[in-house]
Nanobody, 113 residues
Framework: QVQIMESGGGLVQPGGSLTLSCVAS????????IDWYRQAPGKQREWVAE???????NYADSKKERFTISRDNVKDTVFLKMDNLKPEDTAVYYC???????WGQGTQVTVSS
C-alpha cells in the first residue's frame, strides 16, 4: 500500500518562509511526477506546482516567484520551499501522485502575525 506523508507546516509570520516535505513509500518513487496542491478554508483545492520524474518543474502563475519545488530521489522526498509567505497562502497543502490518483493527508500552513 502506497503511503504519502506531508510535513513541515506550521504557523509563520507574513514574509516568512517554510519548506514542506512529502515522503512517499512503497513505490518506485523516482519514476513518478509529483504535484503539490493546497486548499484554503471555504475554497476549492488548487494546483500549486509539479515536478516530473525528469526534474522538470511547473508552477501556477501566481506561485512561480515565491515557491520552489524540488525532489530527492534517494530520500523519496519532494520539497516545496515557500518564501515571502502571505496570509492568503494559509491552507492545507497536499502532495499528489497523479499516476496513482493518490493524495497525502495534508499539512497545515498558517500565515499570520
Amino acid at each position: 500500500q502506497v503511503q504519502i506523508m506531508e510535513s513541515g507546516g506550521g504557523l509563520v509570520q507574513p514574509g516568512g518562509s517554510l519548506t514542506l516535505s512529502c515522503v512517499a513509500s512503497r513505490i518506485n518513487f523516482k519514476i513518478y511526477d509529483i504535484d503539490w496542491y493546497r486548499q484554503a478554508p471555504g475554497k476549492q483545492r488548487e494546483w500549486v506546482a509539479e515536478i516530473t520524474s525528469l526534474f522538470e518543474t511547473n508552477y501556477a502563475d501566481s506561485k512561480k516567484e515565491r515557491f520552489t519545488i524540488s525532489r530527492d530521489n534517494v530520500k523519496d522526498t519532494v520539497f516545496l520551499k515557500m518564501d515571502n509567505l502571505k496570509p492568503e497562502d494559509t491552507a492545507v497543502y497536499y502532495c499528489y501522485i497523479r499516476a496513482m490518483a493518490k493524495w497525502g493527508q495534508g499539512t497545515q500552513v498558517t500565515v499570520s502575525s
